[in-house]
């Protein structure tokens, strides 16, 4: 029984967690925006469970962005297992996730998440568990200072838990957010990634929240030094279509391999919610190659060759 409590404090601690979280990201987002501000939906899943989905536009900086959280659950389905391999009668479903579109080609896009997962058999006793996210960050246009600034933030963050997570992290970054249907085409530089992180007793449980904790917390100060740096360089046709073609990456990624998406259109879930991470204007330009030598070409270069930024 006091295992039992244990694990039903520590799910409740997350719900706590990401719904403070929530409210604190989307309040420093509309702080550096100065104009616009995030508009709540919530909303119900008819199998189980709800969310709240915040929403962001047409702002100084922000075009479009998005910062969701759900704490959804239901049963496991044939559809699911097939799919998404995994075995149960049941399962949890919580975390927050994010993806912020700026107007102005030289501020980057940024994406995270942060969830948790739980599976019972048909008597209601829990069988699995896990924690999984990370952030990574897509720019249109490359400064090493920025890109060095977003991952040593990451690191620090990190490294209290051990000095080799952040490289298997990013490594496992750099695999998972890239186009395998364009030769493995990252849709940016990066940032960290992991899942199925599985505590092996209730000390490890704490010890993977507080993880998730200091990864998520440290968003801001990660992402919102960049912003300040690039928000008033000014910006043609030339940068919006570039810019529009590297959106249009982010939605083949988000469509077609994006576990996250697919776990949600899979589950029943809201699909308004599911699909805010796409951007509100992309292009598809036929075979479009940038110009030798110029900062489009050093752009898609890196994200062919990724590079180590701490």
Not at 105 to 111: D, I, S
């Given at each position: 029984m006091q295992t039992e409590t244990k694990i039903n404090s520590l799910k409740n601690q997350w719900v706590s967690f990401i719904h403070d979280l929530q409210n604190q990201i989307c309040k420093g987002l509309e702080t550096e925006d100065s104009k616009a501000v995030f508009i709540s939906d919530k909303w119900e899943r008819s199998g189980g469970g709800g969310g709240d989905t915040r929403v962001i536009v047409n702002g100084n900086i922000f075009e479009k962005g998005g910062v969701n959280t759900s704490v959804v659950y239901g049963d496991v389905t044939d559809q699911?297992?097939?799919?998404?391999?995994?075995?149960?009668?049941?399962?949890?479903?919580?975390?927050?996730?994010?993806?912020?579109?700026?107007?102005?080609?030289?501020?980057?896009?940024?994406?995270?998440?942060?969830?948790?997962?739980?599976?019972?058999?048909?008597?209601?006793?829990?069988?699995?568990?896990?924690?999984?996210?990370?952030?990574?960050?897509?720019?249109?246009?490359?400064?090493?200072?920025?890109?060095?600034?977003?991952?040593?933030?990451?690191?620090?963050?990190?490294?209290?838990?051990?000095?080799?997570?952040?490289?298997?992290?990013?490594?496992?970054?750099?695999?998972?957010?890239?186009?395998?249907?364009?030769?493995?085409?990252?849709?940016?530089?990066?940032?960290?990634?992991?899942?199925?992180?599985?505590?092996?007793?209730?000390?490890?449980?704490?010890?993977?929240?507080?993880?998730?904790?200091?990864?998520?917390?440290?968003?801001?100060?990660?992402?919102?030094?960049?912003?300040?740096?690039?928000?008033?360089?000014s910006y043609g046709e030339r940068e919006i279509k570039w810019q529009e073609i590297r959106r249009g990456r982010y939605v083949e990624f988000n469509l077609i391999q994006d576990r996250g998406t697919i776990f949600g259109l899979k589950t029943n879930g809201r699909t308004e919610s599911i699909l805010m991470s796409l951007p509100p204007r992309a292009r598809w330009a036929y075979n479009y190659q940038p110009e030798a030598g110029s900062e489009e070409e050093k752009l898609l270069q890196l994200c062919m060759h990724p590079r180590d930024w701490v």
């Open positions: 699911m297992r097939k799919q998404l391999k995994i075995e149960g009668h049941k399962w949890f479903a919580c975390g927050l996730s994010l993806v912020i579109h700026p107007l102005n080609p030289y501020v980057p896009t940024v994406h995270g998440n942060w969830r948790y997962f739980e599976l019972y058999d048909v008597n209601g006793n829990l069988t699995d568990r896990w924690f999984g996210g990370g952030t990574d960050l897509t720019p249109y246009y490359l400064f090493e200072e920025d890109a060095k600034h977003f991952h040593q933030t990451i690191k620090e963050a990190m490294d209290p838990f051990g000095t080799d997570l952040y490289f298997k992290y990013k490594k496992d970054c750099d695999e998972y957010f890239s186009n395998t249907h364009r030769n493995n085409e990252m849709r940016g530089i990066g940032g960290v990634f992991y899942d199925h992180l599985r505590p092996t007793d209730e000390k490890d449980a704490e010890k993977l929240f507080q993880f998730q904790q200091a990864n998520a917390t440290t968003f801001l100060k990660a992402y919102i030094p960049i912003v300040n740096r690039r928000k008033t360089i």
